[in-house]
């Protein structure tokens, strides 16, 4: 028997929204930008390495339904269906991509090595400042929306990317990635 958290999937997806929503509560106002920056994007990486594509994507469509009903799961405990259309929808909607890319790649081929680790989460930080930019771009205009949505929440990126790699690789939340069973059949 295991304690993994991939093994229980819908305790791992509460889990999951949890960590999200908590990591929402440590941020920081980035001056004339709508976007803080906060841990949520370590959390939404971590979590899609940690239960895969299927159940990290799940998590994270249920952090967003369960904001969108109202409760303050959104960074700095906001909440309402207006952050799914507003000038922060595309980060949210990345938060969705990022979490199954990465848990694609770990379901794919685990997380033994640092590099590969790290370049994954890298680019999945990147896929969620891309969407968020988008998203952005439609009320600031695309230079504007860079200069506040994109440009100072790079370093960040790289850092948690690295934090989470390392967590990923050697901790027991990417143990198992690309095992029999990891998307929660019943195989087992």
């Not at 199954?100 to 590969?116: C, K, P």
């Not at 929440?153 to 143990?175: C, E, H, Q, R, Y």
């Amino acid at each position: 028997m295991t304690s993994r958290v991939h093994d229980l999937p819908l305790g791992g997806v509460a889990l999951a929204v949890l960590a999200v929503a908590a990591a929402g509560r440590v941020d920081i106002p980035i001056p004339g930008s709508p976007v803080p920056q906060s841990l949520q994007t370590l959390a939404v990486v971590v979590v899609g390495g940690a239960l895969g594509m299927r159940w990290g994507g799940v998590a994270l469509l249920a952090y967003l339904a369960l904001g969108a009903l109202g409760l303050p799961v959104f960074a700095g405990g906001a909440a309402g269906a207006s952050h799914l259309i507003g000038p922060t929808a595309g980060y949210l909607v990345g938060f969705v991509v990022a979490a199954a890319g990465v848990g694609a790649y770990g379901d794919r081929a685990g997380w033994s090595r640092l590099g590969s680790a790290l370049l994954v989460l890298v680019l999945a930080h990147g896929a969620i400042l891309l969407l968020g930019w988008t998203r952005l771009s439609a009320s600031l205009g695309a230079g504007q929306a860079w200069a506040v949505g994109v440009g100072p929440f790079w370093f960040g990126g790289i850092a948690k990317s690295l934090v989470g790699a390392a967590l990923l690789v050697w901790t027991p939340l990417g143990a198992d990635a690309a095992a029999p069973g990891r998307d929660g059949d019943a195989s087992r």
